[in-house]
C-alpha cells in the first residue's frame, strides 16, 4: 500500500521561507511524476509544481522564481521550498505521485502566511 507522509508546513510572516517534504513509501511502480498541489479556502485545488521523471520541472506563473521543487530519488521524496511567501500562497498544500500504478495522494499539509 502507498503511503505519502508530508510535513513541514506551519505559520510563517510575508516574506518568509517554508520547505515542504513528502516522502512516499511502498512505491512499487516507476514514478513518472511528483508534483504538489495548493488549495485555497472556497478556491479549486491547483497544480503548484511538477517535477517529471525526466527531469523536466513545471511551475505556476505565481510562484515561477520563488519555489523550488526537488527530488532525492533514492529516497523517494519530493521537496518544495518557498521562499518569499506572499498571504496569497496561504493553502493546504498536496503532495501528489504518478506512477504506471496509479496516482497517489498525500494528507495535505497547512501552510498559512501571515503576520
Known amino acids: 500500500q502507498v503511503q505519502l507522509v508530508e510535513s513541514g508546513g506551519g505559520l510563517v510572516q510575508p516574506g518568509g521561507s517554508l520547505r515542504l517534504s513528502c516522502a512516499a513509501f511502498?512505491?512499487?511502480?516507476?514514478?513518472?511524476?511528483m508534483n504538489w498541489y495548493r488549495q485555497a479556502p472556497g478556491k479549486q485545488r491547483e497544480l503548484v509544481a511538477q517535477i517529471q521523471s525526466g527531469g523536466f520541472i513545471h511551475y505556476e506563473d505565481s510562484v515561477k522564481g520563488r519555489f523550488t521543487i526537488s527530488r532525492d530519488y533514492a529516497k523517494n521524496t519530493v521537496y518544495l521550498q518557498m521562499n518569499t511567501l506572499k498571504p496569497e500562497d496561504t493553502a493546504v498544500y498536496y503532495c501528489?505521485?504518478?506512477?504506471?500504478?496509479?496516482?497517489?495522494w498525500g494528507q495535505g499539509t497547512q501552510v498559512t502566511v501571515s503576520s
Open positions: 501528489n505521485i504518478e506512477t504506471t500504478g496509479g496516482i497517489n
Open positions: 511502498g512505491i512499487s511502480s516507476s514514478i513518472y511524476a
